[in-house]
T-cell receptor, first 117, second 118 residues
Framework: AQTVTQSQPEMSVQEAETVTLSCTYD???????LFWYKQPPSRQMILVIR??????QNATENRFSVNFQKAAKSFSLKISDSQLGDAAMYFC??????????????FGTGTRLQVFP | GAVVSQHPSWVICKSGTSVKIECRSL??????MFWYRQFPKKSLMLMAT?????????EQGVEKDKFLINHASLTLSTLTVTSAHPEDSSFYIC??????????????FGPGTRLTVL
C-alpha cells in the first residue's frame, strides 16, 4: 500500500522569504500523480500544484514550485516570496494512475505553515 | 468553475439521532464523489467513494451501515450518519471528480461540514 509522510508538523517563515515543505512517499508503482493541497482556516481544500511522475520537469505555479525526486520518492514544495495569505495547513497527496484505483487520494499528515510579518 | 458545496456547514445533534449531509457539484457533473473525515489537526481520511447510480465503496474500517451514502444524481451525494454518537463528531469533507476533464481527474473539494454530537 502507498503511504505519504510529512515529517514537519509545523514550519514558519518570514513574509517575503522562501520556505520548503517536505514530503516523502512510498509506492511500488512507476506511474502516479502527486499533489500539494492547501487548507486555510476556512477548511476549504485548495489545490496548489500537481506533478505527474513520468514528467522529469518540476511543476511550477507562480510562487509555488516542487522538487520532485522520483528515485528518492521525495516531493517537496517551495514557496517563494511568502505572503501572509500562505499561512495554512499543507497536505501532500498521492494518487495512483492505475485504472482500478485511479481516483483515490492518499494524504500525508500535513504541515502547518505560519507566516510572520 | 468546478464548485462543490456542502450543506449544512455546521450541525449539532443529540446522541442517537441521524444526520444527513449533502454534497453538490454546482457547475459540473460529477460521476464520482468522495467522502472524507478529518479530526482536529489531523489529515483527511477517505471514508468512501461514491459513484452515481451504484453502491458506494467503503474503506476498510468504515461501517457502511452507520455511514450511509447515496449518490442519486450526477450533482448530488448525501452522507447520513445514523444513530450518531459523540465519537462521530468530526469534520466531514466531500469532493467531486470532474469526469472527462483530462488526465488528472482532479478532485474538487467542498467546504466541509462540522458535526457535533452531544
Amino acid at each position: 500500500a502507498q503511504t505519504v509522510t510529512q515529517s514537519q508538523p509545523e514550519m514558519s517563515v518570514q513574509e517575503a522569504e522562501t520556505v520548503t515543505l517536505s514530503c516523502t512517499y512510498d509506492t511500488s508503482e512507476s506511474d502516479y500523480y502527486l499533489f500539494w493541497y492547501k487548507q486555510p482556516p476556512s477548511r476549504q481544500m485548495i489545490l496548489v500544484i500537481r506533478q505527474e511522475a513520468y514528467k522529469q520537469q518540476n511543476a511550477t505555479e507562480n510562487r509555488f514550485s516542487v522538487n520532485f525526486q522520483k528515485a528518492a520518492k521525495s516531493f517537496s514544495l517551495k514557496i517563494s516570496d511568502s505572503q501572509l495569505g500562505d499561512a495554512a495547513m499543507y497536505f501532500c497527496a498521492y494518487r495512483s494512475s492505475r485504472s482500478y484505483n485511479t481516483d483515490k487520494l492518499i494524504f500525508g499528515t500535513g504541515t502547518r505553515l505560519q507566516v510572520f510579518p | 468553475g468546478a464548485v462543490v458545496s456542502q450543506h449544512p456547514s455546521w450541525v449539532i445533534c443529540k446522541s442517537g439521532t441521524s444526520v444527513k449531509i449533502e454534497c453538490r457539484s454546482l457547475d459540473f457533473q460529477a460521476t464520482t464523489m468522495f467522502w472524507y473525515r478529518q479530526f482536529p489537526k489531523k489529515s483527511l481520511m477517505l471514508m468512501a467513494t461514491s459513484n452515481e447510480g451504484s453502491k458506494a465503496t467503503y474503506e476498510q474500517g468504515v461501517e457502511k451501515d452507520k455511514f450511509l451514502i447515496n449518490h442519486a444524481s450526477l450533482t448530488l451525494s448525501t452522507l447520513t450518519v445514523t444513530s450518531a454518537h459523540p465519537e462521530d463528531s468530526s469534520f466531514y469533507i466531500c469532493s467531486a471528480r470532474v469526469a472527462g476533464r483530462g488526465i488528472y481527474n482532479e478532485q474538487f473539494f467542498g467546504p466541509g461540514t462540522r458535526l457535533t454530537v452531544l
